[in-house]
């Protein structure tokens, strides 16, 4: 963890010299997140590409703005996170009402990998289905295991909202899809912030 951050300010501090091809340190590290994390928001693999190319470029042309106050990750999701906000703001996507998503199917008994691959399908589609003031919190918390600090940061509210939203966020799961808690045992959604 450590040796990231350090790669990430000798990166930064390369890049800020003029050195304009250490940013490709970055983008090799990043991209990869960055594209999951665009997808959660849009379910869409080819728009999240782009969302994250776009808030690749915006890292690059605020790259100075940059305080080092924290870790260059947290900065980047948060500007990540505002960025994706902003385009779908823009070009919405179609949200399926909690009530309306389907029950997750239990595991198949007969394969254990593909049971775990079920399992965590099942939650991650329940993930989706939450409202997004809901579901934003519980990707970054349980996805991109970012600690409560690093999420209240990320999306610029203080830690006791986000540990609300979590807590609400578990109560809707578990009224929609009582069938679930299996499911979030598999998947490590349980209440670590506590």
């Keep these: 963890m450590a040796r990231g951050q350090e790669s990430d300010l000798a990166d930064v501090e390369r890049v800020l010299g003029g050195d304009v091809n250490a940013f490709e340190g970055i983008v090799r590290r990043?991209?990869?997140p960055l594209v999951n994390m665009a997808w959660r928001y849009c379910r869409d693999r080819g728009r999240a590409e782009e969302m994250a190319q776009e808030a690749l470029v915006r890292?690059?042309?605020?790259?100075?703005?940059w305080r080092r106050e924290?870790?260059?990750s947290t900065w980047l999701f948060a500007l990540a996170a505002n960025?994706?906000?902003?385009?779908?703001?823009?070009?919405?996507?179609?949200?399926?009402?909690i009530e309306d998503a389907p029950e997750p199917g239990g595991p198949a008994a007969q394969l254990n990998e593909m049971a775990k691959r079920q399992s965590s399908d099942a939650v991650r589609r329940a993930v989706l289905a939450l409202p997004v003031r809901y579901r934003e919190p519980v990707v970054l918390f349980y996805f991109h295991e970012?600690?409560?600090?690093?999420?209240?940061?990320?999306?610029?509210?203080?830690?006791?909202?986000?540990?609300?939203?979590?807590?609400?966020?578990?109560?809707?799961?578990?009224?929609?899809?009582?069938?679930l808690e299996d499911e979030q045992a598999a998947m490590g959604l349980a209440e670590r912030e506590a």
């Design 70 to 72: 924290g870790s260059f």
């Design 59 to 65: 890292a690059w042309r605020g790259l100075a703005q």
């Design 146 to 179: 970012m600690d409560v600090g690093a999420t209240a940061k990320t999306m610029g509210m203080p830690e006791g909202t986000v540990k609300a939203r979590l807590a609400r966020a578990r109560a809707l799961l578990k009224k929609r899809f009582p069938h």
């Design 83 to 97: 960025v994706f906000r902003s385009e779908l703001k823009r070009f919405p996507t179609l949200d399926v009402r």
């Design 30 to 32: 990043w991209q990869s």
